[in-house]
């Protein structure tokens, strides 16, 4: 244990220093947000220590609905009291077709304004029928949650990157879906993972994206359609394939304000103060 320590410590310092020796002015200003899923095995340990962790990394934002051992209520104000908002949750994509209003109730008692789905069911490949399905889908889930003053994001996967036409599956679902209704979430990682690439796409489609997940991949690990790679190969921002300068001077160009680290890798506790570092370090 001592030696995974060392070598975060290391990779620490490396962030820090070669940050330091940039110039010009930060490059991240936003607000520093997670997704609760980072935590999954920690919240029933201890839904305050996680949170008193979070508040000390500096972390302002989650994206829930949080653990299920606590009412929304409950962590809603048990994060208020940190200084920590909820301006997103999660919500499957079969319980959008038959619970929306139940997604509205949670999420107005959270607070928050988006409501992000972050999987298309399909079978050993996504296929076109697939994405006019979630296109139809979406349509209308997004026109009643937009009633409600809520935005519908979906979140890519990296699985919607197959070719299509001109350009790809995901190109698809973009341009095939009413911008009154539904909007985007980038998960960097999946992204890149599925053969995007995260910086020009935010840019392609400047109106559509509003929320984003921040995360990186290990090195040498190739890409694929799978949308799935072991958890293993989620690694602390800046220490994986991804180039963060370009993503992050990308989304801040078009105006991304919420940003959710998800870190799935069982080593989340020693990488979240790196990623943390790494983003607050970064300059221009």
Not at 198 to 203: N, S, V
Not at 227 to 241: H, K, S, Y
Request: hydrophobic fraction near 40%.
């Amino acid at each position: 244990m001592k030696k995974l320590y060392f070598a975060f410590s290391l990779a620490l310092t490396a962030l820090i220093g070669s940050a330091d020796a940039q110039s010009g002015q930060p490059l991240f200003t936003s607000p520093i947000g997670v997704q609760a899923y980072t935590y999954r095995d920690s919240w029933g340990k201890g839904v305050v220590p996680v949170l008193d962790t979070l508040k000390a990394l500096g972390i302002t934002e989650i994206e829930g609905p949080g653990p299920k051992i606590v009412s929304a209520e409950e962590f809603k104000a048990m994060a208020a009291e940190r200084g920590i908002t909820i301006p997103s949750i999660g919500a499957d994509y079969n319980m959008l077709k038959t619970d929306i209003y139940d997604i509205i109730d949670l999420a107005k008692t959270f607070g928050a304004t988006y409501v992000m789905c972050a999987w298309i069911p399909h079978g050993n490949t996504f296929t076109i029928d697939d994405a006019k399905k979630a296109v139809e889908d979406f349509n209308r889930e997004g026109k009643i949650l937009k009633d409600y003053g809520i935005t519908l994001c979906y979140h890519d996967h990296g699985y919607e990157f197959g070719p299509y036409g001109d350009g790809t599956l995901f190109d698809y679902i973009v341009q095939n879906t009413n911008p009154d209704y539904v909007s985007f979430e980038m998960d960097i990682m999946w992204t890149f993972h599925g053969g995007g690439d995260p910086a020009k796409l935010l840019l392609k489609y400047p109106n559509r994206w509003k929320l984003v997940h921040l995360k990186d991949i290990k090195k040498g690990v190739a890409n694929d359609l799978s949308g799935g790679t072991p958890t293993i190969n989620n690694v602390a921002l800046g220490t994986g394939q991804i180039d963060y300068r370009a993503v992050l001077a990308a989304a801040k160009k078009i105006g991304i304000q919420h940003y959710f680290i998800e870190d799935e890798s069982s080593a989340h506790a020693a990488q979240m103060p790196v990623t943390v570092a790494y983003l607050r370090n970064l300059k221009e």
